[in-house]
């Protein structure tokens, strides 16, 4: 070490040195004092000097955007939040890996608790063979569940969670990826069906376009069934119920593969009288009512009306204007989306939203 640095060192030393003339009383003094040194902060302002922050301060005063400062105060509650969690899912769902209910503890990794299966022998935990598996900063996914039902922009999203707005968008969709496929098996009653259409959109993409490239979304040339425009059919049962698909091609055969199990010739279809419908239900043998007006109830039936599969395709663009334009391969993901905000309704929080992309959404219909 150099004669400078052992000069600075060695005044400290000599005074290290006199520790050993203290009894055992005026060692544990000093040791006390010490540790009051150690956990001394400065004074909130009205406070007096020997005011001191309870031990919660840090969780109570910790800001809602998410900033990575609160992260080591707020770490303990959020742990148990996500230790319900995952045991909430465990008990609805059992093993990842061979479904069986009969489970242990196995510790805590990486911020979630582990299970083990006294059948197949292995571990898991509750993000185990879902798009949330090793997904890091798990002490953030409660943020990012609450700017998913905010609908954020990514930048908001990323200042939010303290994360570069890469990760922002990789977390989307991996959020995404479970509500995507949580659709309800049977629509129950009367069933309103209709298509609507979304402007195609190569967002994201920078090369390999057919076409120029559009600004903040476009807009399309002709409504309706054209080849810009991307069918998305929608089929809601008067219960809310909301089941939906991104189409190929609006044709009888595409609406088949969409509405296959989800709806039966026990419900009766209530449409406007489009071609490719039309032909699904007759090959179904599904009952159907076409409504000569769209929107428009028939006379004396006033249950006979697609009123309400109208007024989602309105929410749905509504709600979809704000990202100015959503790439086409991403659309199921916000389709999903929008679907689990209408089931979730007024009780949407972190914590379901959460469960969701856990696999474990409103309608529970996710295999694992």
């Given amino acids: 070490m150099p004669a400078s640095n052992s000069r600075d060192y060695t005044p400290n030393f000599e005074r290290l040195g006199r520790l050993g003339r203290l009894n055992g009383e005026q060692i544990a003094l000093a040791i006390a004092?010490?540790?009051?040194?150690?956990?001394?902060?400065?004074?909130?302002?009205?406070?007096?000097?020997?005011?001191?922050?309870?031990?919660?301060?840090?969780?109570?005063?910790?800001?809602?955007?998410?900033?990575?400062?609160?992260?080591?105060?707020?770490?303990?509650?959020?742990?148990?939040?996500?230790?319900?969690?995952?045991?909430?899912?465990?008990?609805?769902?059992?093993?990842?890996?061979?479904?069986?209910?009969?489970?242990?503890?196995?510790?805590?990794?990486?911020?979630?608790?582990r299970y083990r299966c006294k059948s197949c022998g292995r571990t898991f935990n509750a993000a185990t063979k879902t798009a949330m598996a090793r997904l890091r900063k798990k002490d953030r996914w409660l943020d990012q569940a609450q700017a998913m039902i905010e609908g954020v922009s990514l930048a908001k999203a990323a200042e939010r969670c303290g994360v570069h707005p890469t990760t922002a968008y990789r977390w989307r969709h991996r959020f995404l990826s479970a509500p995507a496929l949580d659709k309800p098996l049977l629509l129950?009653?009367?069933?309103?069906?209709?298509?609507?259409?979304?402007?195609e959109s190569f967002k994201g993409r920078r090369s390999g376009m057919t076409r120029k490239p559009r600004e903040r979304g476009g807009k399309a040339r002709h409504p309706g069934n054209y080849f810009e425009n991307i069918p998305v059919l929608v089929a809601r049962d008067r219960s809310g119920a909301t089941t939906d698909a991104v189409l190929p091609e609006d044709t009888a055969v595409c609406i088949t593969r969409a509405l296959a199990g989800a709806v039966s010739p026990a419900n009766l279809l209530v449409c406007d009288g489009g071609r490719p419908l039309g032909a699904f239900a007759r090959r179904a043998k599904i009952p159907v009512r076409v409504v000569p007006a769209p929107g428009k109830p028939l006379p004396g039936e006033p249950d006979i009306h697609i009123n309400n599969v109208n007024a989602y395709h309105s929410r749905l663009k509504e709600w979809l204007r704000r990202f100015h334009g959503v790439a086409t391969k991403n659309l199921p993901n916000y389709l999903g989306w929008r679907r689990g905000l209408e089931a979730s309704a007024e009780h949407a929080n972190p914590r379901t939203w959460l469960l969701g992309a856990l696999g474990q959404g409103a309608y529970q219909q996710l295999t694992l």
């Fill in 188 to 199: 129950q009653g009367i069933v309103e069906a209709d298509e609507t259409f979304i402007l």
């Fill in 33 to 113: 004092k010490l540790g009051e040194f150690g956990n001394r902060t400065e004074p909130r302002s009205g406070e007096g000097v020997g005011s001191w922050p309870s031990p919660d301060a840090a969780v109570d005063e910790a800001p809602s955007t998410g900033e990575p400062g609160r992260r080591r105060g707020a770490l303990g509650i959020e742990r148990d939040v996500l230790g319900t969690i995952g045991d909430h899912k465990v008990e609805t769902f059992g093993c990842a890996h061979c479904g069986a209910h009969e489970i242990i503890g196995w510790g805590r990794s990486h911020g979630l608790p």
